[in-house]
């Protein structure tokens, strides 16, 4: 069963660059037709797709985030590292690491399917 496991510093103060990274264990981050994701909650609002990397290596952003984002890959350690640049006190969200059902979700991310790290909070302060 694949298991997937955010970290990354709780507290970043604006402007500065954000560097979160999730460890997988129980699949390879290579393995065919799964989309590893990142996902945010801000407080008291609904879920935003930041991006994802394809099994491929090929990478998708949001766009509304696309000029502050970096999605990378360590094949060797199964890990992905989100980098989200200029942060500002926005961006202060529980962040999490997904992935998908084979082939991707049809209507965005959703905790009812694919597999989902706990989460972890991550404060901008200003």
């Known amino acids: 069963q694949v298991q997937l496991q955010e970290s990354g510093p709780g507290l970043v103060p604006a402007s500065q660059t954000l560097f979160l990274t999730c460890t997988v264990s129980g699949d390879s981050i290579t393995t065919k037709y799964f989309y590893w994701s990142w996902v945010r909650q801000p407080p008291g609002k609904g879920l935003e797709w930041i991006g994802n990397?394809?099994?491929?290596?090929?990478?998708y952003y949001n766009p509304s985030l696309e000029s502050r984002t970096s999605i990378l890959r360590d094949t060797t350690k199964n890990q992905l590292t989100l980098q989200l640049r200029s942060v500002t006190p926005e961006d202060t969200a529980v962040y999490y690491c997904?992935?998908?059902?084979?082939?991707?979700?049809?209507?965005?991310?959703?905790?009812?399917?694919?597999?989902w790290g706990q989460g972890t909070q991550v404060t901008v302060s200003s």
């Open positions: 997904a992935r998908s059902p084979p082939g991707g979700w049809s209507k965005g991310p959703s905790p009812d399917s694919g597999s």
């Open positions: 990397i394809a099994s491929s290596g090929n990478t």
